[in-house]
Structures are given as C-alpha cells and as structure tokens.
C-alpha cells in the first residue's frame, strides 16, 4: 500500500465511517447489528487508550533512567520515581486488588492528589484578586456582580441586607444562564463545523498530517 | 417500526440544515467565491508569542487540560486544540523557540507526539526535536505539581491553554501570571472560560477555540465552512426570539415538545 493511502486516506476514511456509524445510531432505529457494532467499536477506544498508556508510561521511564543515568539536575527525583514505579507497578501485577497496592493508592496517591487539588483555593484567590479589579466599566460590572453573587452565597451576606439574596440568584438565573446558553449555542455549532471538516478529511492535523496548501485564507 | 427516534427529529433537522450550510460554503469555496471572515485576532498572537519566548531564550508551553480522549466532551475541545498546536510547533520550530508540551492521557500523548514531530520534520528542524522532552506524559495527578515547579525553574515566557479546561485552568494560569509569561487562552468548557478570559492576556472564547484551527490551517475551504456555521447562528437567534415572543405572549412550547419531536 502507498504510503499516502495508509497515513492519509485510510485513517480519514475510517474516521468518516465509523464516525457516520454513531450518528446514524443516536439518530434512527437501526438494526441490532449496528449497535453492536458500535459497542465494540466503543471498546475499541477503551483499549486502544490503554495501550497507548502503556507506550506513555514506557516513555516516561526511559527519560527519568535516562536522566538518573546522566546525572542531570534532579536525578535523584528520577530514581525516585523509578523506585516508585517498580513498587507500584510490581504489587500491581500480583493483584490490584490485593492490600499493600490499595494501601499506596488511598494513603499516598489519594492524598497528594487532594492536597494539589486544594490549592486551586489559594490559587483562585489571587487570580480572583488580579482580575476583580475596576480598570474600566466592563470590570467594574464584573467585580459588582462578583461581590453580590459572593455576598449572596455567605450567610453573612444576607443578614446585614436580605435584598441581596434575590438580586443574586437573579444575576445567576437570567444574565449569567443566557450567556452561558450562548456561549453552549456557539460551542455547539463550532463542534459540529469541525466534525466535519475531518470528516471531509479537510482537517487533519490531529493525525499529525499537514500537507502544503495552495489556497491561501 | 419508527424510524427516527423519538424526540431527535429537531435536532436531526437542525443537524442537516448545518452540515447542509457548510458543505453548501465549502462547495462555493472550491469554484472560487471565498466568503469574507473576520480574522481572529488570537491568530497573530500565537506568532507573537513564540516570538517574545525566543527573544527572551526562554521556553513556550502548550497546555491542554484534560485530554481523555474517551469522554466525547473531552474529546472534540482536545482534537480542536491539536490543529493549533500543529501550526505553533511549526512556528516553535521554525524560530527556534524551545517548545514543551505536557499531557496526562496516553491517547493524546501519542498523537501530540506525532503532530509536533510533523512540524518540527516539516521545517526541517527535526535535530530540535527531543522525542522525551519536547513532548512529555506526566501521569494524571502527577502533573501538576511537575508543570507549576518547572513553571518557575524554566521561567516560562509563553503559554498556550487551549483544550478542554477544569480546575487546573486557574491554577496554572496564575502560576504562569506570577512568572510573567504571555498567555493565550480557549476553551469550551462553559464554568471555566470566565477564569481563562480573566487571566490570560489572550483568549479565544467558547466556538472559537474550533475556528482557530481552521483559521490557521491557511485552507480556504477550512475557513470557509466557518460561515456555514454562521448559518447556524442565525437560526439560533431567530429560533430565541420567536420563544422569547411567544411565552411572553403566554404561549407554551411545552406540549409542543412533549409531540416527541
């Protein structure tokens, strides 16, 4: 097979195809076969996201030995990571379920990984300071939203003056929901504009193809 | 047996009137009539910052955000965001900048690989790239912590957040604020955008974020499908006004919908 066929055509070609395939199930009465089909075709993903995992995580142990190796700055955080790695992955494969693996998960990924998600507080907290600032009236408009819809949110809020709760759940259900609906309206259209382009085979930069055009925009 | 199911026959004629308009946009393109667009002002930027990243010899980033490629909602924002980022590898490699692309989904990992590798062999500066550096798999969870450390380290000049957005959109946003670096940022993921618009000194907003990618394709017919989809808005606007009149006038289209159409 060309070298054209197998890069382009064909993955363009099988996007289309199995692409129209959902379409037509979520659209039409269609025979069992076709949702079976589509089933397996949905599994397929599944698997083929583990496997690239697999590639992903081979990659990744490669640079850290690679600069564990080098000495470069940092290494001892590859080794680290590789001692890690081979614990995790080697109680892993007796058993996923058995004790000691459970035991890394809920008392040492879980925990990191709620520690890092805590710090969007502090984070949002300055951005929220950088942004909530009245440079000119389309700022000022957010920042006076901002503080209603905060102060409508605290029970502090609505004790020193009730009138704010109402204000604020109206700024939430009318100003804000419209944009939002616009914003989904856009987004919408935007997401079909692009399936179809692929589907056309007219985008294809996600296959890491970018042939030369001729027309300029 | 009902061939259609119950409750998609709207969407389903809404759905043919669109691809009906961009195909109708596409097909005129093709004889020559290219429809006139507005140009997205994020598509200078993208050069501008690559540029200020290489005077400045400090690194550029692009972001995504969650990228598992099985959740359709993930999905489409993440395929979006690997057109632009083919186009500012391409300007990565051909100004010299030291472009650095972390993910934390495998799926997306391979085929980022892939698309900046294109690039970089397309500018015929393939000796830059590093196939364990340039684009790097940080396990989920593990990343942020590795991407706000080397956000400081690195000192990073220039940033790109475009994908599908969560709760990280803020926090590595600021990290990149406080360090200085120039940033562009898009998402569609609603709850998020106010805090990428707020923040970075560049956005492309909800839709846009498909759009930039056709626009930097520099392909008439990618752009020009772009006003098909203005098609699409105009019958939204239209189909918001005739509600807002008729349950105004007191006109329910509850039972309307209730047909199953």
Known sequence: ?217 | MVLILAGRLVSLVALIILVGAILYYIQRAMSGKIPKLRRLPAVDVIQEIVGRCVEMGRPVWYLFGSTDMTTPSILAPTVAAFQTLSYTARIAARLGAKLFVPLNQGLAYTMASDIVREAYVAENKLEDFDPLKTVMYLPSGADRMYIINHMWEEQVAGAFFLGSWYHEAVIYTENAAREGAVMLGGTDTTHNIPFLVAICDYSVIGEELYALGAYVSQDALQSSSLAGQDIGKYLAIIAILIGAILVTAGISLTEFFKLGW
């Not at chain 1, 959902?22 to 089909?37: A, L």
């Not at chain 1, 300055?126 to 009236?137: I, L, P, Q």
Request: hydrophobic residues 55%.
């Open chain 1, 1 to 217: 097979m060309s070298d054209r066929l197998t890069k382009i055509s064909l993955p363009i070609w099988l996007t289309a195809i199995f692409g129209i395939l959902m379409i037509i199930e979520f659209f039409f009465s269609v025979p069992q076969i076709v949702t079976d089909t589509n089933v397996k075709l949905r599994s397929w993903v599944t698997i083929v996201s583990a496997a690239a995992l697999i590639l992903g995580t081979f990659i990744l142990t490669i640079a850290h030995v690679k600069r564990a190796y080098e000495r470069k700055p940092g290494w001892y955080y590859s080794l680290i990571y590789i001692g890690a790695f081979a614990v995790a992955g080697a109680l892993g494969l007796i058993s996923v379920r058995e004790t000691n693996f459970m035991w890394i998960f809920n008392n040492m990924t879980s925990p990191i990984g709620a520690a890092l998600y805590s710090l969007t507080a502090f984070t949002i907290t300055s951005a929220a300071f950088r942004v909530f600032r009245a440079r000119n009236w389309k700022a000022s408009v957010m920042l006076v939203c901002g503080f209603i819809v905060l102060m409508m949110l605290l029970p502090v809020g609505g004790a020193i003056f009730p009138p704010i709760v109402p204000i604020g759940e109206w700024i939430r259900s009318f100003p804000s929901s419209a944009g939002f609906r616009g914003m989904i309206i856009g987004i919408s259209l935007g997401t079909i504009g692009l399936g179809v382009r692929i589907f056309l085979g007219r985008q294809k930069e996600h296959l890491g193809i970018r042939e030369e055009k001729k027309e300029a925009s």
